[in-house]
């Protein structure tokens, strides 16, 4: 049985802007402050390295029941018996993941263009990574912005709950969720401030209300 989750604040690890504090500090506080979910996000790291860094943090989010997820190494994935894995559409195909990981595991997708969707399969996949909503300077290789109109063009075609990334913060956290977002991803707010902890707490106040306005904007429709 796949874990119950909530993409409401999910944290995106970035090892050079974790690097003042180290990357097991910043999750620590960020979850200490609101933070849902948390995604190992590292390309660059030798796989057995990344395996023990990963088990330390499944160590200490576990018990916490915060779903760490490892994004594209499904080999780390495994080996760290995480939470669950997340893929990008340049990636091997949902279903192949599904198999690997297999039913007991969180599998997350990112969609950069609405014209992704028709071939998402909601019985492989948990959650939809949408993005990026703004520019971003924290993934070189990312997609154009898509924009608010883009998240919510995407938001009417989707069935499965959505995360929205790239360029967001505690000034535009609102406008996502209300764009049609159940939660935010984000990387630099949190991993490059000076109090992860602080950073998150904002960020998880401004989703917590958004969420209620939205919740309350559809009730009086």
């Known amino acids: 049985m ?13 090892r050079d802007l974790c690097a003042a504090l180290g990357i097991e500090r910043v999750v620590a506080e960020a979850v200490a402050g609101g933070a849902t979910m948390v995604q190992l996000r590292d390309d660059s790291t030798p796989t057995a390295e990344l395996i023990e860094v990963a088990r330390r943090l499944m160590g200490l989010l576990a018990p916490l029941a915060v779903p760490l997820i490892v994004n594209n190494r499904l080999e780390v994935a495994l080996a760290a018996s995480a939470t669950g894995l997340h893929i990008g559409q340049s990636d091997p195909p949902a ?5 690997a990981l297999g039913p007991d595991a969180l599998l997350g997708l990112s969609i950069t263009a609405t014209s992704q969707l028709a071939a998402v399969d909601p019985g492989c ?4 990574g949408v993005g990026p909503i703004f520019a971003t300077a924290t993934k070189p290789d990312a997609a154009p912005p898509m924009g608010l109109a883009g998240l919510t063009a995407c938001r009417a075609q989707a069935a499965l709950p959505i995360v ?4 967001i913060d505690s000034a535009n956290a609102a406008a996502v969720i209300d764009a049609g977002a159940d939660g935010i991803a984000v ?12 950073a ?3 960020l ?16 009086a429709e």
């Open 95 to 99: 279903a192949a993941a599904r198999t």
């Open 125 to 128: 996949v948990d959650y939809l």
């Open 2 to 14: 796949r874990p119950a989750f909530d993409l409401g604040l999910y944290l995106v690890t970035d």
């Open 187 to 198: 990387v630099s707010a949190v991993c490059a401030a000076a109090s992860p902890r602080s």
């Open 204 to 219: 998880a106040r401004d989703v917590a209300r958004a969420r209620m306005a939205h919740r309350h904007g559809e009730q």
């Open 200 to 202: 998150a707490e904002l």
């Open 164 to 167: 929205a990334i790239g360029g």
